[in-house]
T-cell receptor
Framework: AQSVTQLDSQVPVFEEAPVELRCNYS??????LFWYVQYPNQGLQLLLK??????LVKGINGFEAEFNKSQTSFHLRKPSVHISDTAEYFC?????????????FGKGTLLTVNP | DVKVTQSSRYLVKRTGEKVFLECVQD?????MFWYRQDPGLGLRLIYF???????EKGDIPEGYSVSREKKERFSLILESASTNQTSMYLC?????????????FGPGTRLTVT
């Protein structure tokens, strides 16, 4: 079975500062990894995904994440955040390839960008 | 664009009522999911369906049932609503072709049981 730990439940930052949201996973097999974003009063939308190949993955809205197999981590980064990045961010994992299509989600990190 | 719609954004029901939450997707996806989202607990899978009339329990199925009579529609049923089922409910779908693991989410239904 796999699991996901998001190390920070809340991250407050100032506008234009860099940010890193941390995600560690646990799995005995190869994995696919995802970051989703949830803006207030909306559903989740995919930011980026890691399937294979390059460990640095670029997503939408200037976000990127780095897969580190030895540390079982998939941290999300943005060099300069905007007020509009205020949202909840979820890391998710699934087996690769898996016999079902279920994702296991972390508990979320609330990013608050202050002016 | 994939579109997943949920029948209500906000719903208020009384304890003991039977509650139906409906989800419709327009991408001919085989897989559909119901999650419950609570502060500090993230998303927890209630039920999963991988085909019409096929379903599988998720992590927290107690108190819930589901129905999938047509490919595009997946319903979550609370047989007798209780206050501890007050939550945000999210529906998602994914296909089996291409990259089947990416899930597309609806906007959510915030259910309050009084």
């Amino acid at each position: 079975a796999q699991s996901v730990t998001q190390l920070d439940s809340q991250v407050p930052v100032f506008e234009e500062a860099p940010v890193e949201l941390r995600c560690n996973y646990s799995s005995s097999v190869s994995v696919y990894l995802f970051w989703y974003v949830q803006y207030p009063n909306q559903g989740l939308q995919l930011l980026l995904k890691y399937l294979s190949g390059s460990t640095l993955v670029k997503g939408i809205n200037g976000f990127e994440a780095e897969f580190n197999k030895s540390q079982t981590s998939f941290h999300l980064r943005k060099p300069s955040v905007h007020i509009s990045d205020t949202a909840e961010y979820f890391c998710a994992v699934t087996q690769s390839p898996g016999s079902n299509y279920k994702l296991t989600f972390g508990k979320g990190t609330l990013l608050t960008v202050n002016p | 664009d994939v579109k997943v719609t949920q029948s209500s954004r906000y719903l208020v029901k009384r304890t003991g009522e039977k509650v139906f939450l409906e989800c419709v997707q327009d991408m001919d996806h085989e897989n559909m999911f119901w999650y419950r989202q609570d502060p500090g607990l993230g998303l927890r899978l209630i039920y999963f369906s991988y085909d019409v009339k096929m379903k599988e329990k998720g992590d927290i199925p107690e108190g819930y049932s589901v129905s999938r009579e047509k490919k595009e529609r997946f319903s979550l049923i609370l047989e007798s609503a209780s206050t501890n089922q007050t939550s945000m409910y999210l529906c998602a779908s994914s296909g089996t072709g291409g990259f089947p693991y990416e899930q597309y989410f609806g906007p959510g239904t915030r259910l309050t049981v009084t």
